[in-house]
Protein backbone atom coordinates (compact mmCIF):
# COMPACT_ATOMS: atom_id res chain seq x y z
CA UNK A 1 0.00 0.00 0.00
CA UNK A 2 1.57 3.55 -0.83
CA UNK A 3 0.33 6.45 1.15
CA UNK A 4 -0.31 9.89 -0.38
CA UNK A 5 2.65 12.51 0.88
CA UNK A 6 2.77 12.38 4.68
CA UNK A 7 3.04 15.85 5.48
CA UNK A 8 1.43 16.25 9.01
CA UNK A 9 2.32 14.78 12.62
CA UNK A 10 -0.26 12.64 13.56
CA UNK A 11 -0.42 10.59 10.33
CA UNK A 12 3.69 10.29 10.32
CA UNK A 13 3.28 8.85 14.21
CA UNK A 14 1.50 6.22 13.44
CA UNK A 15 3.12 4.69 10.00
CA UNK A 16 6.43 4.68 12.30
CA UNK A 17 3.85 3.09 14.71
CA UNK A 18 3.11 0.18 12.42
CA UNK A 19 6.96 0.04 11.03
CA UNK A 20 8.24 -0.66 14.62
CA UNK A 21 6.86 -4.07 14.34
CA UNK A 22 8.84 -4.40 10.72
CA UNK A 23 11.63 -6.76 10.37
CA UNK A 24 13.30 -4.20 8.20
CA UNK A 25 12.26 -1.13 6.78
CA UNK A 26 13.83 0.53 3.34
CA UNK A 27 15.18 3.84 3.41
CA UNK A 28 15.78 7.13 0.98
CA UNK A 29 16.08 10.52 1.11
CA UNK A 30 16.12 13.61 -1.25
CA UNK A 31 18.15 16.56 -0.34
CA UNK A 32 19.69 19.79 -1.99
CA UNK A 33 23.52 20.62 -0.64
CA UNK A 34 24.48 22.78 -3.56
CA UNK A 35 24.38 26.00 -1.70
CA UNK A 36 25.11 24.53 1.63
CA UNK A 37 26.74 23.21 4.25
CA UNK A 38 24.59 20.87 5.84
CA UNK A 39 22.55 19.32 3.15
CA UNK A 40 18.83 20.30 3.18
CA UNK A 41 16.62 17.60 3.54
CA UNK A 42 13.99 17.89 1.29
CA UNK A 43 11.72 14.67 1.38
CA UNK A 44 12.19 11.23 3.32
CA UNK A 45 10.59 7.62 1.72
CA UNK A 46 10.16 4.51 3.90
CA UNK A 47 9.01 1.18 2.88
CA UNK A 48 8.42 -2.17 4.56
CA UNK A 49 7.20 -5.00 3.03
CA UNK A 50 3.10 -3.91 3.50
CA UNK A 51 3.61 -0.27 3.09
CA UNK A 52 5.38 2.74 1.73
CA UNK A 53 5.33 6.34 1.97
CA UNK A 54 7.30 9.42 1.50
CA UNK A 55 8.10 12.56 4.25
CA UNK A 56 7.70 16.04 3.74
CA UNK A 57 10.16 17.29 6.37
CA UNK A 58 9.96 20.52 5.25
CA UNK A 59 6.04 20.75 6.06
CA UNK A 60 5.46 23.10 8.86
CA UNK A 61 5.56 22.20 12.14
CA UNK A 62 5.90 18.31 11.15
CA UNK A 63 7.55 16.36 14.30
CA UNK A 64 10.17 13.66 13.11
CA UNK A 65 11.10 12.41 16.10
CA UNK A 66 9.03 9.46 16.09
CA UNK A 67 10.57 8.69 12.25
CA UNK A 68 14.10 9.51 13.87
CA UNK A 69 13.73 7.26 16.69
CA UNK A 70 12.77 4.04 14.65
CA UNK A 71 15.94 4.70 12.44
CA UNK A 72 18.70 5.17 15.31
CA UNK A 73 16.81 4.08 18.74
CA UNK A 74 14.85 0.99 17.50
CA UNK A 75 17.65 -1.85 17.26
CA UNK A 76 15.06 -4.65 16.14
CA UNK A 77 14.41 -3.18 12.81
CA UNK A 78 16.67 -2.98 9.91
CA UNK A 79 17.09 -0.11 7.97
CA UNK A 80 17.88 -1.03 4.43
CA UNK A 81 19.78 1.64 2.32
CA UNK A 82 21.72 1.73 -1.05
CA UNK A 83 24.77 3.91 -1.28
CA UNK A 84 23.45 4.99 1.72
CA UNK A 85 26.63 7.36 2.92
CA UNK A 86 24.59 10.71 2.31
CA UNK A 87 21.20 9.35 3.53
CA UNK A 88 23.27 8.47 6.92
CA UNK A 89 24.58 11.62 6.90
CA UNK A 90 21.43 13.66 7.31
CA UNK A 91 20.26 11.16 9.80
CA UNK A 92 23.86 11.85 11.66
CA UNK A 93 23.28 15.64 11.51
CA UNK A 94 20.05 15.39 13.32
CA UNK A 95 20.73 13.25 15.76
CA UNK A 96 24.11 12.79 16.19
CA UNK A 97 23.48 8.91 15.65
CA UNK A 98 23.57 6.94 13.05
CA UNK A 99 20.81 4.62 11.86
CA UNK A 100 21.69 0.89 13.26
CA UNK A 101 21.74 -2.16 12.56
CA UNK A 102 22.24 -1.58 8.88
CA UNK A 103 22.28 -2.67 5.62
CA UNK A 104 23.74 -1.10 2.11
CA UNK A 105 22.64 -3.04 -0.41
CA UNK A 106 25.54 -1.71 -2.73
CA UNK A 107 27.98 -3.39 -0.18
CA UNK A 108 26.08 -6.70 -0.32
CA UNK A 109 25.92 -6.59 -4.04
CA UNK A 110 29.96 -6.43 -4.04
CA UNK A 111 29.74 -9.72 -2.03
CA UNK A 112 27.67 -11.21 -4.86
CA UNK A 113 29.90 -10.83 -7.92
CA UNK A 114 28.34 -7.36 -9.01
CA UNK A 115 31.09 -4.98 -9.00
CA UNK A 116 32.02 -2.31 -6.79
CA UNK A 117 29.50 0.51 -7.05
CA UNK A 118 26.57 -0.43 -8.99
CA UNK A 119 24.04 1.93 -9.68
CA UNK A 120 20.86 2.06 -8.17
CA UNK A 121 18.65 1.45 -11.47
CA UNK A 122 21.37 -1.09 -12.84
CA UNK A 123 20.58 -3.36 -9.47
CA UNK A 124 16.96 -3.30 -9.65
CA UNK A 125 17.11 -4.22 -13.51
CA UNK A 126 19.56 -6.69 -12.31
CA UNK A 127 17.39 -8.28 -9.55
CA UNK A 128 13.74 -7.23 -10.04
CA UNK A 129 14.17 -7.12 -14.18
CA UNK A 130 12.46 -3.35 -14.06
CA UNK A 131 13.21 -0.25 -15.71
CA UNK A 132 13.69 2.77 -13.57
CA UNK A 133 11.78 5.47 -14.67
CA UNK A 134 14.54 8.03 -14.58
CA UNK A 135 12.32 11.09 -15.35
CA UNK A 136 12.24 12.91 -12.42
CA UNK A 137 15.86 12.83 -11.28
CA UNK A 138 16.58 16.18 -11.62
CA UNK A 139 13.71 17.42 -9.68
CA UNK A 140 14.67 20.60 -7.26
CA UNK A 141 13.47 18.52 -4.26
CA UNK A 142 13.01 21.98 -2.08
CA UNK A 143 10.66 23.25 -4.31
CA UNK A 144 6.38 22.51 -3.37
CA UNK A 145 4.14 21.72 -4.38
CA UNK A 146 6.00 18.26 -5.51
CA UNK A 147 3.57 16.74 -8.60
CA UNK A 148 2.41 12.92 -8.28
CA UNK A 149 4.68 12.01 -10.39
CA UNK A 150 8.18 13.52 -8.84
CA UNK A 151 6.48 11.87 -5.47
CA UNK A 152 5.74 8.45 -7.43
CA UNK A 153 9.49 8.13 -8.63
CA UNK A 154 11.33 9.09 -5.07
CA UNK A 155 8.45 6.47 -3.37
CA UNK A 156 9.91 3.97 -6.12
CA UNK A 157 13.64 4.09 -4.43
CA UNK A 158 12.21 2.05 -1.53
CA UNK A 159 9.83 0.02 -3.13
CA UNK A 160 12.02 -1.68 -5.43
CA UNK A 161 14.64 -1.97 -2.62
CA UNK A 162 11.75 -3.89 -0.42
CA UNK A 163 11.92 -6.44 -3.21
CA UNK A 164 15.57 -6.80 -3.60
CA UNK A 165 16.41 -6.92 -0.01
CA UNK A 166 14.59 -9.96 1.15
CA UNK A 167 16.02 -11.68 -1.88
CA UNK A 168 19.46 -10.23 -1.59
CA UNK A 169 19.91 -11.83 2.45
CA UNK A 170 18.58 -15.21 0.65
CA UNK A 171 21.69 -15.77 -1.84
CA UNK A 172 23.94 -13.98 0.78
CA UNK A 173 22.90 -17.06 3.29
CA UNK A 174 23.14 -19.47 0.42
CA UNK A 175 26.58 -18.26 -0.08
CA UNK A 176 27.47 -17.95 3.61
CA UNK A 177 28.65 -14.40 2.60
CA UNK A 178 26.10 -12.39 4.74
CA UNK A 179 29.50 -12.55 7.19
CA UNK A 180 31.56 -11.01 4.71
CA UNK A 181 29.72 -8.01 4.93
CA UNK A 182 29.37 -7.14 9.27
CA UNK A 183 32.73 -5.13 8.87
CA UNK A 184 32.12 -3.47 5.69
CA UNK A 185 28.44 -2.34 7.41
CA UNK A 186 30.12 -1.39 11.01
CA UNK A 187 32.29 1.01 9.06
CA UNK A 188 29.10 2.68 6.96
CA UNK A 189 27.54 3.23 10.43
CA UNK A 190 30.64 4.60 12.18
CA UNK A 191 30.21 8.18 13.01
CA UNK A 192 33.13 8.90 12.96
CA UNK A 193 33.03 9.19 9.54
CA UNK A 194 30.06 11.70 9.67
CA UNK A 195 31.60 14.12 12.57
CA UNK A 196 33.37 16.43 9.98
CA UNK A 197 35.84 17.52 12.52
CA UNK A 198 37.53 20.60 11.87
CA UNK A 199 40.55 19.88 13.33
CA UNK A 200 40.96 17.23 10.38
CA UNK A 201 39.28 19.45 7.57
CA UNK A 202 42.99 19.68 6.26
CA UNK A 203 43.46 16.33 5.31
CA UNK A 204 40.25 17.16 2.63
CA UNK A 205 43.08 19.88 1.40
CA UNK A 206 45.28 18.79 -1.60
CA UNK A 207 48.55 20.35 -0.96
CA UNK A 208 52.49 19.49 -1.91
CA UNK A 209 54.80 18.93 -0.08
CA UNK A 210 55.13 18.10 3.71
CA UNK A 211 57.03 20.94 5.66
CA UNK A 212 55.77 20.97 9.09
CA UNK A 213 55.23 24.52 9.46
CA UNK A 214 53.30 24.99 5.92
CA UNK A 215 50.72 22.01 7.47
CA UNK A 216 50.45 23.56 10.68
CA UNK A 217 49.23 26.69 8.47
CA UNK A 218 46.71 24.26 6.37
CA UNK A 219 45.66 22.66 9.73
CA UNK A 220 44.74 25.97 11.45
CA UNK A 221 43.42 27.72 8.14
CA UNK A 222 41.34 24.66 7.07
CA UNK A 223 39.16 24.43 10.76
CA UNK A 224 39.01 28.49 10.04
CA UNK A 225 37.19 27.96 7.28
CA UNK A 226 35.28 24.50 8.27
CA UNK A 227 33.76 26.35 11.69
CA UNK A 228 32.90 29.76 9.76
CA UNK A 229 30.86 27.41 6.86
CA UNK A 230 29.29 25.83 9.84
CA UNK A 231 28.46 28.66 11.48
CA UNK A 232 26.86 30.44 7.71
CA UNK A 233 25.38 27.35 6.92
CA UNK A 234 27.79 27.82 3.65
CA UNK A 235 29.32 24.89 1.81
CA UNK A 236 33.64 25.22 2.14
CA UNK A 237 34.36 26.70 -1.55
CA UNK A 238 32.29 29.60 -0.71
CA UNK A 239 33.76 30.73 2.37
CA UNK A 240 37.37 30.69 0.57
CA UNK A 241 38.44 28.27 -2.09
CA UNK A 242 41.10 24.85 -1.86
CA UNK A 243 43.08 26.76 -3.55
CA UNK A 244 43.97 30.32 -1.69
CA UNK A 245 43.83 28.12 1.54
CA UNK A 246 47.09 26.47 0.39
CA UNK A 247 48.51 29.66 -1.58
CA UNK A 248 48.20 31.24 2.28
CA UNK A 249 49.62 28.28 4.20
CA UNK A 250 52.94 28.55 1.77
CA UNK A 251 53.18 32.06 2.19
CA UNK A 252 51.21 33.56 4.73
CA UNK A 253 50.31 37.20 5.02
CA UNK A 254 52.18 38.68 7.60
CA UNK A 255 49.39 41.18 8.71
CA UNK A 256 45.74 41.83 8.08
CA UNK A 257 45.85 44.55 5.45
CA UNK A 258 47.78 42.08 3.16
CA UNK A 259 44.39 39.82 3.02
CA UNK A 260 43.46 42.65 0.26
CA UNK A 261 46.38 41.10 -1.91
CA UNK A 262 45.54 37.40 -1.57
CA UNK A 263 44.22 36.23 -4.78
CA UNK A 264 40.49 34.80 -4.14
CA UNK A 265 39.90 36.90 -0.99
CA UNK A 266 37.85 39.67 -0.87
CA UNK A 267 39.61 42.95 -0.28
CA UNK A 268 36.80 43.69 2.30
CA UNK A 269 38.33 41.13 4.67
CA UNK A 270 41.64 43.83 5.51
CA UNK A 271 39.88 45.32 8.05
CA UNK A 272 36.72 43.01 9.09
CA UNK A 273 36.22 40.74 11.45
CA UNK A 274 35.96 37.44 9.14
CA UNK A 275 39.55 39.02 8.31
CA UNK A 276 40.69 39.15 11.87
CA UNK A 277 39.74 35.49 12.37
CA UNK A 278 41.33 34.43 9.69
CA UNK A 279 44.42 36.04 10.96
CA UNK A 280 44.10 34.60 14.41
CA UNK A 281 44.26 31.79 12.63
CA UNK A 282 47.91 31.90 10.97
CA UNK A 283 48.89 33.27 13.83
CA UNK A 284 47.65 31.20 16.50
CA UNK A 285 49.24 27.92 13.97
CA UNK A 286 51.85 25.26 15.36
CA UNK A 287 54.11 23.05 12.90
CA UNK A 288 52.68 19.64 12.36
CA UNK A 289 54.61 16.86 14.78
CA UNK A 290 55.86 14.10 13.13
CA UNK A 291 53.02 11.73 14.33
CA UNK A 292 50.36 13.72 12.17
CA UNK A 293 52.64 14.50 9.02
CA UNK A 294 51.25 12.61 5.92
CA UNK A 295 52.78 9.86 4.54
CA UNK A 296 55.63 10.39 2.15
CA UNK A 297 54.69 11.13 -1.48
CA UNK A 298 55.87 7.49 -2.48
CA UNK A 299 53.74 5.97 0.21
CA UNK A 300 55.71 2.30 -0.74
CA UNK A 301 57.43 1.93 2.46
CA UNK A 302 60.88 1.09 0.67
CA UNK A 303 59.19 -1.31 -1.98
CA UNK A 304 62.28 -1.24 -4.36
CA UNK A 305 62.41 -3.11 -7.13
CA UNK A 306 61.95 -6.26 -6.04
CA UNK A 307 59.06 -5.16 -4.03
CA UNK A 308 57.36 -3.82 -6.62
CA UNK A 309 56.95 -6.75 -8.82
CA UNK A 310 56.08 -9.07 -5.57
CA UNK A 311 53.21 -5.68 -5.09
CA UNK A 312 52.23 -6.29 -8.48
CA UNK A 313 52.25 -10.69 -8.46
CA UNK A 314 49.88 -9.77 -5.57
CA UNK A 315 47.44 -7.32 -7.42
CA UNK A 316 47.36 -9.99 -10.30
CA UNK A 317 46.26 -12.47 -7.78
CA UNK A 318 43.73 -10.76 -6.27
CA UNK A 319 42.28 -10.01 -9.72
CA UNK A 320 42.38 -13.72 -10.52
CA UNK A 321 41.08 -14.50 -6.97
CA UNK A 322 38.13 -12.11 -7.05
CA UNK A 323 36.83 -13.27 -10.77
CA UNK A 324 36.86 -17.12 -9.23
CA UNK A 325 34.73 -16.58 -6.28
CA UNK A 326 32.96 -13.45 -7.81
CA UNK A 327 33.42 -10.51 -5.53
CA UNK A 328 34.21 -7.09 -5.82
CA UNK A 329 38.41 -7.15 -5.17
CA UNK A 330 38.14 -4.16 -2.98
CA UNK A 331 36.27 -6.44 -0.45
CA UNK A 332 39.06 -8.72 -0.76
CA UNK A 333 42.13 -6.33 0.14
CA UNK A 334 42.72 -2.84 -0.78
CA UNK A 335 45.71 -2.05 -2.69
CA UNK A 336 47.55 -0.07 0.12
CA UNK A 337 47.23 -3.52 2.22
CA UNK A 338 49.22 -5.70 -0.99
CA UNK A 339 51.69 -2.95 -1.17
CA UNK A 340 52.03 -2.94 2.84
CA UNK A 341 52.26 -7.20 2.64
CA UNK A 342 55.34 -6.72 0.29
CA UNK A 343 57.00 -4.65 1.56
CA UNK A 344 57.25 -7.52 4.74
CA UNK A 345 53.97 -5.90 7.11
CA UNK A 346 52.39 -8.69 8.83
CA UNK A 347 50.04 -6.86 11.49
CA UNK A 348 47.12 -4.47 11.44
CA UNK A 349 46.38 -6.21 7.70
CA UNK A 350 42.18 -7.17 7.38
CA UNK A 351 43.24 -9.84 4.67
CA UNK A 352 45.27 -11.88 6.93
CA UNK A 353 42.04 -11.90 9.07
CA UNK A 354 38.76 -13.74 9.27
CA UNK A 355 37.30 -14.88 5.75
CA UNK A 356 39.59 -12.87 3.73
CA UNK A 357 42.37 -14.45 5.51
CA UNK A 358 40.89 -17.93 4.41
CA UNK A 359 39.94 -16.12 1.08
CA UNK A 360 42.72 -14.45 -0.70
CA UNK A 361 45.08 -14.10 3.00
CA UNK A 362 46.92 -17.63 2.62
CA UNK A 363 47.52 -17.36 -0.51
CA UNK A 364 48.71 -13.93 -0.57
CA UNK A 365 51.42 -14.77 2.31
CA UNK A 366 52.53 -17.97 0.12
CA UNK A 367 52.94 -16.10 -2.84
CA UNK A 368 55.12 -13.38 -1.07
Known amino acids: HIHPLISDSATLANLCARMADADYVCVDTEFMRESTYYPELCLIQIADDKEAAAIDPMAPGIDLKPLLDLLVENHDVLKVVHAGGQDIEIVYNLTGKTPFPLFDTQVAAMALGQGEQIGYSNLVDSWLGIAVDKGARFTDWARRPLDTRQIEYAIGDVTHLSKIFPKMLERLRKTGRGVWLDQEMERLGDTANYANDPDLAWKRVRISGRKPDVLGRLKALARWRELEAQAKDLPRGRIVKDETLGDMAGHPPKKQADLARVRGLSATWAGNDIGGR ?91
Open 278 to 368: LMAAIEGAQPLGDDELPPRDDRKPGLGKEGSLVADLLKLLLKIRSRDIDVASKLLARTDELEALAAGVRTGLPMLEGWRFDQFGRDALDLV
